[in-house]
């Protein structure tokens, strides 16, 4: 069923019942399967980079309209021309499934995959102060028996608690993570 399907049984109810339903019943009946309609057509949006997402808007937009999605599909699937949407199309349809995802993109619509991005400075879960300090731990074992002599996996796992905003939970054990949480406290007071 589909929007116009459910707009022709609307007009039909408005005026008169339908077996035991009043007009109104009927209304709110169609009213709900609009709604899952709706809820069913967001789902099926697939996510595009916003590159890819920005190339498929400007061959819709150039693309004479009585054309349809099915020119775009098999434009998409040729050799790369000079322009420069249709290459980067081609070019992510040639990776494995993405056709498929951008045809379901015309089909159904999409978002914009935004980057994904890591928070810091936030409180940090026990799970992962955990894990940071069984990574130190463990970067202090391989220094102490010679497969890590340089300390450089102690020093990256340092900064990266530092990064985390954690420095306070390794500042017992890394020396680097207590300079820092006193440079902190002398710019503070300073």
């Not at 150039?62 to 998409?76: F, N, P, Q, V």
């Not at 790369?80 to 619509?109: M, Q, V």
């Not at 497969?147 to 905003?165: C, H, K, N, S, W």
Request: hydrophobic share 35%.
């Amino acid at each position: 069923m589909d929007a116009l399907e459910i707009q022709k049984i609307k007009d039909r109810c408005k005026y008169g019942c339908i077996g035991l339903y009043t007009p109104m019943t009927v209304l709110q009946i169609i009213e709900f399967f609009e709604r899952k309609l709706d809820e069913a057509s967001e789902a099926k949006k697939v996510k595009l980079p916003r590159d890819v997402a920005e190339a498929l808007e400007e061959a819709k937009e150039k693309t004479d309209s009585r054309l349809g999605i099915e020119y775009i599909a098999w434009r998409i699937a040729r050799d790369p021309s000079d322009i420069t949407y249709w290459e980067k199309l081609h070019n992510f349809a040639d990776k494995d499934g993405n056709f498929f995802l951008l045809i379901d993109a015309l089909r159904h619509g999409y978002t914009i995959k935004e980057p994904q991005t890591f928070q810091t400075n936030r409180k940090l879960e026990d799970s992962e102060i955990t894990a940071i300090r069984r990574w130190y731990m463990g970067a202090m074992l391989r220094e102490q028996d010679g497969t890590d002599p340089d300390g450089f996996a102690r020093e990256a796992i340092g900064e990266v608690a530092l990064y985390l905003g954690g420095a306070e939970l390794l500042k017992d054990m890394s020396s680097f993570c207590r300079n820092q949480l006193e440079r902190e406290k002398a710019q503070q007071s300073g």
